[in-house]
């Protein structure tokens, strides 16, 4: 082989092999989660989704006071690992009011695979809703809530879970009538890879 072509493909090797994790596919294969990958415009209302067999892994988002003091967002979403098998269902959950400190998870032991959200110009700040999909019927176990994202009101706000054993579930958000922002800690959870009979943990 070329010493040129070798030189070339030698530093890919780490690389591709870093993305693959213990279930045999890519670990960083995320869906739309780059600078230009925004799913709303500043005040407009929208509604994400991931792909069937996926869950959100990722959310970021930029604050920008001048325009309503509202937040454009973007996630990316991950397959979840064959030992979890295919969701049997998914709904939206109940609306969080704008305004409003809030906490809430999935209903029936799901798991977040999607976030719907409208602005509200009365109140400089947008209700929510968690698309969830349970996975047969398993069960999450050690829960805990991540800190606050962003750390400060008006901050870039960037999380990525990489550890497959630690799913979304949910967030807790603080409001503040001052600044007009929100910050999140999102609840994380272990699934259990056995059926349980637990309905909603």
């Not at 960083?28 to 407009?44: F, P, T």
Request: net charge negative.
């Amino acid at each position: 082989m070329d010493l040129a072509v070798l030189c070339v493909l030698l530093p890919l090797v780490p690389a591709a092999w870093g993305q693959y994790g213990d279930y045999g596919y890519p670990y960083q294969q995320y869906h739309d989660y780059s600078d230009d990958g925004w799913v709303n415009l500043n005040r407009q209302g929208f509604s994400y989704q991931c792909p069937h067999g996926q869950v959100v892994v990722a959310v970021r988002s930029i604050f920008n006071k001048k325009e309503g003091s509202d937040r454009q967002w973007n996630y990316a979403c991950m397959p979840t690992p064959q030992s979890l098998g295919e969701p049997t269902e998914c709904w939206w959950e109940e609306i969080n009011r704008a305004g409003m400190e809030w906490y809430q998870t999935c209903s029936n032991n799901g798991l977040v695979a999607g976030f719907q959200s409208r602005y509200f110009e009365s109140v400089l700040d947008r209700e929510w809703q968690f698309y969830c999909c349970r996975y047969s019927k398993r069960c999450p176990y050690s829960c805990w809530l991540t800190t606050e994202y962003p750390g400060h009101y008006g901050e870039e706000m960037d999380i990525i879970s990489y550890n497959y054993d630690y799913y979304m579930r949910g967030a807790t958000t603080t409001f503040s009538a001052v600044e007009r922002d929100r910050q999140w800690k999102f609840i994380m959870c272990r699934m259990t890879d056995y059926d349980c009979e637990f309905a909603s943990v």
